[in-house]
């Protein structure tokens, strides 16, 4: 599949912008819309074709999605547990990768689901706080396609 290339921050050899999959800004796009699930497919359809290091990165951050889309629908047991699956993908990628600061984005998700991840409740009854969602924000920024 010819698609443009994207790069890690400590790949962008001092680049100010870098090209990423339209499909991976598409689910960033969407993510900071906060329309969860449609970013979820977004990275989904980029996920089924890649067929290399990132494959695990994206698994990663599609279930950080689904995490989102729970929590904001009241299933906290599946957004608990996607939080800790999503977590285990990308960790192996930390500090950063394809643009992505994921110590902060690991940060932003915690304080996200502060309340969720101290509840010992089967069934806890927790909404989230709209404030607390986290934004993607890429560095590099991606290269304006204007």
């Given at each position: 599949?010819?698609?443009?290339?994207?790069?890690?921050?400590?790949?962008?050899?001092?680049?100010?912008?870098?090209a990423?999959?339209?499909?991976?800004?598409?689910?960033?796009?969407?993510?900071?819309e906060?329309?969860?699930?449609?970013?979820?497919?977004?990275?989904?359809?980029?996920?089924a074709?890649?067929?290399?290091?990132?494959?695990?990165?994206?698994?990663?951050?599609?279930?950080?999605?689904v995490?989102?889309?729970?929590?904001?629908n009241?299933?906290?047991?599946?957004?608990r547990?996607?939080?800790?699956?999503?977590?285990?993908?990308?960790?192996?990628?930390?500090?950063?990768?394809?643009?992505?600061?994921?110590?902060?984005?690991?940060?932003?998700?915690?304080?996200?689901?502060a309340?969720?991840?101290?509840?010992?409740?089967?069934?806890?009854?927790?909404?989230?706080t709209?404030?607390?969602i986290?934004?993607?924000?890429?560095?590099?920024?991606?290269?304006?396609?204007?």
């Amino acid at each position: 599949m010819n698609r443009p290339s994207y790069h890690s921050p400590a790949k962008a050899n001092a680049v100010e912008t870098t090209a990423y999959h339209p499909l991976y800004l598409k689910g960033i796009e969407y993510f900071n819309e906060c329309d969860f699930y449609e970013s979820h497919e977004s990275w989904e359809e980029l996920w089924a074709d890649e067929q290399g290091d990132d494959r695990k990165f994206l698994q990663g951050l599609i279930q950080s999605a689904v995490a989102l889309h729970h929590f904001g629908n009241g299933n906290i047991r599946g957004a608990r547990k996607l939080y800790h699956t999503s977590r285990s993908y990308l960790t192996p990628y930390r500090p950063g990768h394809l643009g992505l600061d994921l110590e902060k984005f690991f940060a932003e998700m915690e304080a996200c689901f502060a309340e969720v991840l101290a509840s010992e409740e089967q069934y806890p009854r927790i909404e989230i706080t709209a404030d607390l969602i986290p934004e993607i924000h890429l560095a590099p920024p991606p290269t304006s396609t204007t």
